[in-house]
């Protein structure tokens, strides 16, 4: 019920295509959903995050799509960059009485490779 | 404005002993939450406080403990530790319903 599917596990991308990266959760009652960009020997940095009443957010070149229904989101890197290689993870948590969104529960990683 | 510090960003212990490693959030942040990352296990959730008050807890055993201060820096303590311990712990920082920070973490060996 808590968990987070993410494939895939690595994605290799040339320069100026398009990285994508989905995932899937089972408790419906996930109301969160941030996507982390992790470079190593870092702590992941947020990137862009959703919330369900919204099929779509874009920040830049990054793209969140939500499908309620399917219980799936998946984020999009357009034009992508050698310096977007890192590890990217996607999370879910529910906002329990309006307090706080700290306990994620997080997929278990793509490492993107952009090649220049 | 500063983001999340942890300290020691490295360690070494031995098991059997104990370990307390310290988070500092950012400043009017009130929750602080902690996290195990391993390449084999992930990103796994350990326990979140709030205002001094422990609010979640993840499926770890008793051995892995923490509290927060009044200034809500936070510290956790791993007792009797096994080589299964070592890890990179990350502690994340936010406002009430707001998004986490995250911070570099403290990478953990065990031998």
């Known amino acids: 019920q808590q968990q987070v599917k993410q494939s895939p596990q690595s994605l290799i991308v040339q320069k100026g295509g398009i990285s994508i990266i989905n995932c899937a959760y089972e408790?419906?009652?996930?109301?969160?959903f941030p996507w982390y960009q992790q470079f190593p020997g870092k702590g992941p940095a947020l990137l862009i995050a959703i919330r369900p009443d919204v099929s779509e957010k874009k920040e830049g070149r990054f793209t969140i799509s939500f499908n309620k229904s399917a219980k799936q989101f998946s984020l999009h890197i357009m034009d992508s960059q050698p310096g977007d290689s890192a590890t990217y993870f996607c999370a879910a948590s529910l906002n329990a009485g309006g307090t706080s969104y700290g306990k994620l529960t997080f997929g278990q990683g793509t490492i993107l490779t952009v090649h220049p | 404005k500063a983001g999340v510090t942890q300290t020691p960003r490295y360690l070494i212990k031995t098991r059997g002993q104990q370990v307390t490693l310290s988070c500092s959030p950012i400043?009017?942040?009130?929750?602080v939450s902690w996290y195990q990352q391993t390449p084999g296990q992930g990103l796994q959730f350990l326990f979140e406080y709030f205002s001094e008050t422990q609010r979640n807890k993840g499926n770890f055993p008793g051995r892995f403990s923490g509290r927060q201060f009044s200034n809500s820096r936070s510290e956790m303590n791993v007792s009797t530790l096994e080589l299964g311990d070592s890890a990179l712990y990350l502690c994340?920082?936010?406002?009430?319903?707001?998004?986490?920070?995250f911070g570099p973490g403290t990478r953990l060996l065990v031998l």
């Open positions: 408790n419906t009652a996930f109301d969160y």
């Open positions: 400043s009017g942040h009130r929750s």
């Open positions: 994340a920082s936010g406002r009430q319903g707001s998004v986490q920070y």
